[in-house]
Nanobody
Framework: VQLQASGGGLVQPGGYLVLSCAASGISSDYYVIGWFRQAPGKEREGVACISKSGNSVYYKDSVKGRFTISRDKLTNTVNLHMSSLKSEDTAIYFC???????????????????WGQGTLVTVSS
């Protein structure tokens, strides 16, 4: 089982990035998928998550209206579209899979069954 996160990079404030989480060895349709981030010196925090059907999503308050999480069932991928990026969005971003039920709140790290490796997002001019 592998979750492969990609799409990170350097972007200017106000810019746009798309992160992708590609699943192999599992069908991501059977898992709630979440994105977490960890900034330097800070704890890992949940940013967004999407239900197994893709019909329900949840966002951390600080990213609402700027980030959009979506599923691509054909490619077994979950994407995180990030717009109006701010310096405080700078972090390593991780995707994660939870086989439990979707809840309209950020996924807890202790709920994660599988972690992807991180991808670095740097927002700087």
């Amino acid at each position: 089982v592998q979750l492969q996160a990609s799409g990170g990079g350097l972007v200017q404030p106000g810019g746009y990035l798309v992160l992708s989480c590609a699943a192999s060895g599992i069908s991501s349709d059977y898992y709630v998928i979440g994105w977490f981030r960890q900034a330097p010196g800070k704890e890992r925090e949940g940013v967004a998550c999407i239900s197994k059907s893709g019909n329900s999503v949840y966002y951390k308050d600080s990213v609402k209206g700027r980030f959009t999480i979506s599923r691509d069932k054909l490619t077994n991928t979950v994407n995180l579209h990030m717009s109006s990026l701010k310096s405080e969005d700078t972090a390593i971003y991780f995707c994660a899979a939870n086989r439990g039920a979707y809840r309209p709140t950020t996924m807890g790290a202790n709920e994660v069954d599988y972690w992807g490796q991180g991808t670095l997002v740097t927002v700087s001019s």
